[in-house]
């Protein structure tokens, strides 16, 4: 670890519990370079997760660190930040965390355009329990509670966090790390609330479930399939098909949450 | 000074505690018979500086209390059972981490949806046991519009004070109820603010450890300079996970301890005329009003008969109980379900009491006549 990385890690509490070739602590990395480029206040930096593997993250984060209920990291960061509009709030959650039991928060969070970055941690499946279907494991794909193949269509995440509302959308992955930061980056100066959603592996279970070899050959295959946005707007319906799409796909400025409501107060105020 | 007397609903009521007691954020979502809670919240809140935020459900609002009091402002959220039932995951988490808040339950007849306009008190086993584990919690019950206004700020004060959720566990007719308030002056009301550590004498400040030897953790706010990790999970004092059977057991011990070794403080009730008694009702909520009612017209008739209003449901007064006089016979538990607060009497009885139940379950208050005649009748019999 760069020697000036490690003033926001936990070094006494690593090493960390992810397994050998998961994609999980790359992320983590990504968002602690991200912060540090940026020279982000550390103290009023609040680091928030719900449960599952991505979500053991903060706890290894020398921040302001909370660690919810299953799904509902959003609802608390949405209280931390309106309480507190001068804490940098930064979501760290799993694909089944976020879209699944936290759907409805995640859909929520978008639409009000509240200012927190909310990094998605989408290996496709659900690590911490063991290997069962996300709501983002892809059709045809194996788990331990879809022995016979998934027949669920699986969420765009990032078409959901557009259509829904969110301001700033990306999508990354734990190969293209550079890009990854820089995306995380402008995520971070965004004002309002950006998604990033990051592709991970999962040796463990996804892949072992899926026959997909080593955490190299799955590294290997984010590379051999991520295309560009710029590079999919050419390709054809059946080219995308299997296909990462990764880059900026939305950016807009729109009013943010937390300064509605100061207007609301000022409103609220005045007229008495 | 006192205010100007005015006609205040339950609800309101609630509100103008929770400001008086230093409230500025509430989230929550809609349910009868709470929501003008959350109505008059909206409009008052914003007009003090504080944040109201009305949330996609009732889950999300109470993980943004939890998220809002770590950020350090005063925060509750209001509900009726079906809410109540959504938030106790959340409840709990606040438990083991114990982060400061009030949760109102308006209470409606149940199970499930139930009957969402008429009055129940159904709820007073979910108020202690509702969300999973072992965890301490304090609920209060109020009986009157002011008393609404009193112990909203009760409620704040004790769950600031012990780092504990507090229920402030109300019934449709006390909610909804019309009353002529005069509310107190506020330069006398009494607030608490949670504890500080102090860091002259702190070298390293663990968000857990029990530094002055009451249980209660000093705390610091998020975004105050001192990060620190909270989490849902089993913690040592730096607040981190651990799987340690001594560090679990001391924990658990140490969240119980700090509410088992303040009854005294935490704990409230008002007798009349139990110091000669033979049959003490007992009972909270509107319940309790009918009760004193019946009370003061039987005493006229002489019947040696009193009551026993519980404003603290948990931790249960279970020394006011066995506290009764000796010329106590019979204890009468009326509450407007099946019989939930009745068992908890019978454990404090112990045999000592003939303990009998008057419940009604039926979306229909219990009115002072039914409890005239449910007092005759054990009286007839002892």
Redesign the interface.
């Known amino acids: 670890m760069r020697k000036n990385l490690e003033k926001y890690f936990?070094i006494d509490?690593l090493p960390h519990i992810w397994c050998p070739g998961c994609g999980h602590g790359i992320i983590t990395g990504a968002v602690v370079r991200a912060i540090d480029n940026l020279k982000l206040d550390?103290?009023?930096i609040?680091i928030?997760s719900g449960i599952g593997c991505s979500s053991r993250a903060?706890?290894y984060l020398?921040?302001?660190?909370?660690?919810?209920?299953h799904g509902?990291a959003?609802?608390?960061?949405?209280?931390?930040?309106?309480?507190?509009p001068?804490?940098k709030v930064i979501v760290l959650t799993g694909d089944g965390d976020c879209t699944a039991i936290g759907g409805?928060?995640f859909i929520?969070a978008c639409r009000r355009n509240i200012d927190i970055t909310t990094v998605v941690f989408n290996n496709s499946i659900y690590g911490m329990t063991s290997g069962q279907y996300s709501p983002m494991t892809p059709a045809g794909a194996y788990a331990t509670t879809a022995p016979y193949g998934n027949i669920d269509r699986n969420f765009d995440l990032c078409k959901l966090a557009q259509a829904s509302g969110a301001t700033y959308v990306a999508r990354g992955t734990v190969y293209h790390v550079p890009q990854l930061i820089k995306i995380i980056e402008k995520a971070l100066q965004h004002k309002g609330f950006s998604v990033v959603e990051t592709v991970s592996i999962c040796p463990t279970y996804f892949g072992r479930k899926n026959k997909m070899g080593s955490p190299v050959k799955m590294m290997e295959m984010l590379r051999d399939n991520s295309v560009t946005v710029k590079a999919a707007e050419k390709m054809s319906r059946e080219e995308l098909a299997n296909k990462i799409v990764i880059g900026e796909f939305y950016e807009e400025n729109a009013p943010e949450y937390t300064e509605e409501?100061k207007k609301?107060?000022q409103?609220?105020?005045g007229e008495? | 000074m006192t205010s100007k007397p005015r006609l205040m609903q339950g609800n309101e009521a609630c509100v103008e505690g929770a400001i008086a007691a230093g409230m500025r954020f509430y989230a929550g979502y809609p349910i009868t018979p709470s929501t003008e809670i959350a109505e008059i919240a909206a409009e008052r809140l914003p007009k003090v500086g504080g944040k109201f935020i009305q949330m996609e459900d009732e889950i999300a609002s109470m993980g943004a209390v939890i998220g809002a009091s770590l950020a350090g402002l005063k925060a509750m959220t209001a509900t009726s059972g079906p809410g109540f039932s959504l938030k106790q995951e959340n409840l709990g988490f606040a438990c083991l981490t114990e982060v400061p808040c009030v949760v109102v339950d308006v209470q409606r007849g149940g199970p499930s949806t139930g009957q969402p306009t008429m009055p129940a008190q159904g709820d007073v086993m979910q108020a202690r046991w509702g969300t999973h584990g072992d965890h301490p919690i304090i609920t209060l019950s109020p009986s009157y519009v002011r008393e609404v206004f009193d112990m909203t700020i009760r409620a704040f004060n004790l769950s600031e004070k012990y780092r504990v959720p507090c229920i402030l566990l109300m019934d449709e007719v006390v909610g909804h109820l019309r009353e002529r308030v005069e509310l107190p002056d506020p330069a006398s009301i009494k607030v608490i603010n949670r504890k500080r550590p102090d860091f002259s004498k702190i070298e390293q400040y663990n968000p857990y450890q029990d530094y002055d030897g009451d249980g209660v953790p000093p705390m610091v706010n998020f975004g105050e300079g001192v990060p620190y990790h909270v989490t849902g999970l089993i913690h040592d004092i730096t607040g981190f996970p651990s799987t340690s059977p001594a560090v679990t057991e001391y924990l658990i011990s140490r969240l119980m301890r700090k509410i088992n070794d303040n009854l005294d403080d935490i704990i409230d009730y008002e007798k009349l005329y139990t110091e000669d008694a033979e049959t003490v009702v007992v009972s909270f909520g509107s319940t309790a009003r009918s009760a004193i009612r019946a009370a003061k017209i039987l005493r006229k008739e002489g019947e040696k008969v009193g009551v026993l209003r519980l404003k603290t449901i948990w931790p249960f007064p279970h020394k006011a109980i066995q506290e009764l006089a000796p010329t106590t016979k019979n204890i009468i538990v009326a509450e407007m379900n099946y019989g939930q607060l009745i068992e908890v009497v019978e454990a404090s009885a112990k045999g000592r009491f003939n303990v009998i139940g008057l419940n009604k379950f039926n979306g229909e208050l219990i009115s002072p006549d039914e409890v005239i005649a449910k007092v005759r009748e054990v009286n007839k019999n002892a």
């Open positions: 936990r509490k550390k103290d009023k609040c928030v903060p706890g020398n921040f302001n660190t909370l660690h919810t209920t509902r959003l609802a608390f960061a949405t209280g931390l930040k309106l309480a507190n001068d804490l409805n928060h929520h409501y609301i107060i409103k609220a105020q008495e």
